[in-house]
């Protein structure tokens, strides 16, 4: 059902430090998205800011960007879900939307994390988890992900070098990124070298914490055709929560939250895994973009790590994910990632991807997952 769109998006540039506050960071966000849109700031009659909480001293920043971007006297919500807070976002705002109490909500993802070092911020996040069970014995972002990587190679015989190929690729398409922190392709042997985080995980097999925002102007259909000249509707939404502790997951080689919200997702749009023409997965890691292939549906439980060795998720293969670098090559500024994963799907449907665009794409998904696969979130989105 064509009845709420997409209309405008934006982010800034992802780096590993901006040198400016976060109310800047939305701003650039913010002046992207509504360019070349029939609207002003007073059309938008609600916004949804969304971040990570404890990386920026500012408490309730929803009133503050609100009021630097000139969206005053519209209510200004706060939503959280650590790194999937802006799809989270975006399913309040269709909400919203659906419920006929707004027509136009802008939903703006940040984080500024140059202000910690990595070390501080693998604690900050590591309170994602359950803080007193697990947190403080070890479970953080990279260790969490690591367990899932050593069970998935243990009961499939993933191998590190298949791990290091979704690095490779993704790092060809971050080069031509003009907006991804790391712009630069690497070989499997630099990825392989690369100083060990939690093994079987490497450097390169992370993404970097940075500084970033991204806007996404949501609207009703009747607004969309008015101020837009492609909307891309949201056809399908999916969202699922699974244990915040690790010993209570069922599986460490799938997330059953993503599993969960995809079904959901392609059950409201009708749609099949094999109907998705490009997709952004949340590839927090590389171990990560494998078991999105999988929980998503586009390879087998355990054949995900042959899509990437078949080059099938390259730009011209059966299903090209992540061809704007990924996390692993823009950079995770948690807060902002969803925003900008859906950033480039709008941008592919639209055919504007001139540094990667996907030929013809009609349909588009985003997964984006939220702690160590605590709060998955799929969206499917149409021309
Ligand atoms: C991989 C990781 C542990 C490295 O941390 P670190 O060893 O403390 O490294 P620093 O942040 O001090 O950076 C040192 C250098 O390595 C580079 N670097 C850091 N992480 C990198 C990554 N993932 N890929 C490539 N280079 C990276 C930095 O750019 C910096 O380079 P420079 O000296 O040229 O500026 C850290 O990036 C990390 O924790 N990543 C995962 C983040 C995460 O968990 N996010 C949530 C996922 S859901």
Same mark, same amino acid.
């Given at each position: 059902?064509?009845?709420?769109?997409?209309?405008?998006?934006?982010?800034?540039?992802?780096?590993?430090?901006?040198?400016? +506050?976060?109310?800047?960071?939305?701003?650039?966000?913010?002046?992207?998205? @509504?360019?070349?849109?029939?609207?002003? !700031?007073?059309?938008?009659?609600?916004?949804?800011?969304?971040?990570?909480?404890?990386?920026?001293?500012?408490?309730?920043?929803?009133? *503050?960007? +609100?009021?630097?971007?000139?969206?005053?006297?519209?209510?200004?919500?706060?939503?959280?879900?650590?790194?999937?807070?802006?799809?989270?976002?975006?399913?309040?705002?269709?909400? *919203?939307?659906? +419920?006929?109490?707004?027509?136009?909500?802008?939903?703006? $993802? #940040?984080?500024?994390?140059?202000?910690? +070092?990595?070390?501080?911020?693998?604690?900050? @996040?590591?309170?994602?988890?359950?803080? %007193?069970?697990?947190?403080?014995?070890?479970?953080?972002?990279?260790?969490?992900?690591?367990?899932?990587?050593?069970?998935? %190679?243990?009961? #499939?015989?993933?191998?590190?070098?298949?791990?290091?190929?979704?690095?490779?690729?993704?790092?060809?398409?971050?080069?031509?990124?003009?907006?991804?922190?790391?712009?630069?392709?690497?070989?499997?042997?630099?990825? *392989?070298?690369?100083?060990?985080?939690?093994?079987?995980?490497?450097? #390169?097999?992370?993404?970097?914490?940075?500084? $970033?925002?991204?806007?996404?102007?949501?609207?009703?259909?009747?607004?969309?055709?008015?101020?837009?000249?492609?909307?891309?509707? =949201?056809?399908?939404?999916?969202?699922?929560?699974?244990? @915040?502790?690790?010993?209570?997951?069922?599986?460490?080689?799938? &997330?059953?939250?993503?599993?969960?919200?995809?079904?959901?997702?392609?059950?409201?749009?009708?749609?099949?895994?094999?109907?998705?023409?490009?997709?952004?997965?949340?590839?927090?890691?590389?171990?990560?973009? =494998?078991?999105?292939?999988?929980?998503?549906? #586009?390879?087998?439980?355990?054949?995900?790590?042959? &899509?990437?060795?078949?080059?099938?998720?390259?730009?011209?293969?059966?299903?090209?994910? !992540?061809?704007? $670098?990924?996390?692993?090559?823009?950079?995770?500024?948690?807060?902002?990632?969803?925003?900008?994963? %859906?950033?480039?799907?709008?941008?592919?449907?639209?055919?504007?991807?001139?540094?990667?665009?996907?030929?013809?794409?009609?349909?588009?998904?985003?997964?984006?997952?939220?702690?160590?696969?605590?709060?998955? !979130?799929?969206?499917?989105?149409?021309?």
């Amino acid at each position: 059902m064509d009845d709420v769109a997409i209309v405008g998006v934006g982010q800034s540039a992802f780096t590993r430090k901006s040198g400016v +506050s976060i109310r800047e960071l939305c701003f650039d966000a913010f002046k992207e998205a @509504m360019t070349g849109l029939d609207l002003t !700031n007073k059309d938008i009659d609600a916004s949804i800011t969304c971040s990570a909480p404890e990386y920026d001293k500012q408490r309730t920043p929803s009133g *503050l960007i +609100s009021e630097y971007l000139e969206l005053t006297p519209s209510p200004a919500f706060y939503i959280e879900s650590v790194c999937s807070s802006s799809t989270t976002g975006l399913r309040v705002a269709y909400s *919203l939307i659906k +419920s006929g109490l707004h027509r136009v909500v802008a939903v703006i $993802g #940040f984080q500024k994390m140059s202000e910690l +070092s990595s070390r501080d911020s693998a604690e900050r @996040m590591g309170r994602g988890a359950d803080i %007193m069970w697990e947190a403080p014995f070890g479970i953080s972002m990279p260790s969490g992900y690591a367990m899932f990587a050593q069970a998935h %190679m243990a009961q #499939f015989g993933t191998t590190v070098e298949q791990l290091a190929r979704v690095r490779v690729k993704n790092a060809s398409y971050g080069a031509k990124n003009p907006k991804a922190t790391y712009r630069k392709e690497v070989t499997l042997e630099e990825v *392989l070298t690369s100083a060990p985080v939690a093994t079987p995980l490497k450097m #390169f097999d992370a993404c970097a914490n940075a500084d $970033g925002a991204s806007c996404i102007i949501v609207a009703s259909a009747d607004v969309a055709k008015k101020v837009s000249k492609i909307p891309i509707w =949201i056809a399908g939404l999916g969202a699922a929560t699974d244990t @915040m502790s690790m010993s209570g997951r069922k599986s460490l080689t799938s &997330l059953s939250c993503a599993k969960d919200a995809a079904a959901q997702a392609y059950k409201m749009a009708g749609v099949k895994p094999q109907d998705i023409d490009v997709a952004e997965v949340h590839d927090c890691f590389t171990i990560s973009e =494998i078991l999105a292939y999988e929980d998503l549906g #586009f390879a087998k439980p355990g054949e995900g790590a042959r &899509l990437v060795d078949e080059k099938q998720t390259y730009v011209d293969g059966k299903i090209p994910v !992540n061809v704007d $670098g990924g996390l692993l090559s823009k950079g995770h500024p948690v807060g902002a990632t969803g925003g900008s994963q %859906m950033r480039t799907i709008v941008r592919q449907l639209r055919g504007e991807a001139t540094e990667a665009q996907v030929k013809n794409a009609e349909i588009g998904l985003v997964h984006n997952i939220g702690g160590v696969g605590q709060y998955g !979130n799929v969206v499917i989105l149409r021309r």
